[in-house]
């Protein structure tokens, strides 16, 4: 365990200071968390679930951590100008992994709560309590394992019972350092009965340095909700950005789930979503745009575990130079999941013999009365579609960005809000005629 060494060392001299600068509640979990990483180690990619995901290289980097939370030199309500015209969003950041305040934000409605997981942690103990830990903690995963036993703070959103936002919560995620640096955030979101809320996590890097995140986010939906969360990746080819999004839903809530990585340098999102009661309805999604050297790793699981349930999961790539995809969607339909409707596709377009896709999609059906399929399909773009586009006089650059542009057109068209739909496809635009995939005037993005 040469890589882990130095972590398990650094927490056995210096966790008092770690949960100094944390909350209490977060506390209890640290010494067993650490204990599990101890025993585990950071994952491999001769373990089923990181099979596409080798972390040696960007684990090897001697990175720095604010373990004593010193103030990061960054404004980012200077740094990032949101170029999505009409969003209109509850708009807070995350520099590293510390929760910045908002600056004349509106007032949200009565009851709910958008702040710093350890602030709220210290002022509403026993709400965050009740959530903290209860999906990531149940998991044998070395990089929950480490974010648990590190993370000091992350963002916490709470809608009370029948409360409906009227706008997104926007989470600017910024890594912002001088010299390598890790940072291990650990966020929390509970929507009560009936409750509705859209949240959108965006993740940048401000410095050309490299980068590690750990970020683990925990999401309750309560029965009746509507949830929908959007996570747009957009950082550089020094990022590595590992995440995880665990969901729980309880009877007759709908989530809508999308993944997009616009640029990065390694990615590996981590979703698993339970569906604990009937007659939920669950759509998960994303994308992949990959040049370069860039590695994006995607391993979903959606978990039947009651009756009467409805998934549908979609993921498509688009592949060039020397990019690796991966992709893992496991269906599991538990033996009383009986009636349950559940279809799962991966889509990839390979634009360079040098590119390469690893794609397995997996079924594990325990029960008899059920109707599930899944899919993969590896190809590129349709030679006759481009002669028939060049026979109208289009271009052959022009022709092979129209059809890259429809690829995504669906996973595009699963955002459900207006503003940011038309703002992504000009960012999926942009990078597919290899531009930097950033909004106009934000002075962070590289």
Partial sequence: MVLEKEYIELYKQHSATIKRHSAEVLNRYRDGAFALFEELGFPTNREEHYLYTDLREPLAVD??????????????????????????SYLYFVVNDAFYPARNAAPLPDGVIVGSLR????????????H???????????????NMAFAQDGFFVYVPDGVVLDKPIQIVNIMRSDVDFMANSHNVVVLGRGAQAKV???DHAMDEVRFLANRVTEVFVGEQASYEHYKLESTHDRNTNLSALLVEQQEGAN?????????????????????????????????????????VDNFTSILHNKPNCHSNSLFKYILDDTSLGGFTGRLVVAQDAQKTQAYQSNKNL???SDARMRTKPQLEIYADDVKCSHGATIGQLDEEALFYL????????EARLLLMFAFTADIVGHVNIASLQDRIRLLVEKRLRHGNAKCDGCAICK
Avoid: W
Wanted: hydrophobic share 40%; proline share 4%.
């Fill in 350 to 352: 390979l634009l360079n």
């Fill in 255 to 295: 989530v809508l789930t999308n993944i997009m990585t616009l640029h990065s340098g390694m990615t590996r999102n981590l979703v698993e979503i339970a569906l604990e009661g009937e007659h939920c309805e669950t759509l998960l999604c994303g994308m992949a745009l990959c040049d370069k050297a860039q590695r």
């Fill in 132 to 146: 903290y830990a209860r999906l990531a903690g149940k998991k044998k995963d070395g990089l929950l394992a480490f």
């Fill in 119 to 130: 602030e709220v942690a210290e002022r509403e103990p026993e709400l965050v309590e009740r």
């Fill in 390 to 397: 060049r026979s109208r006089g289009i271009s052959k650059e």
């Fill in 63 to 88: 990175y720095g951590l604010n373990i004593n939370r010193l103030t990061i030199p960054a404004d980012p309500y200077q740094a990032f100008k949101c170029g999505v015209p009409g969003i209109s």
């Fill in 200 to 202: 959108l996590v965006c």
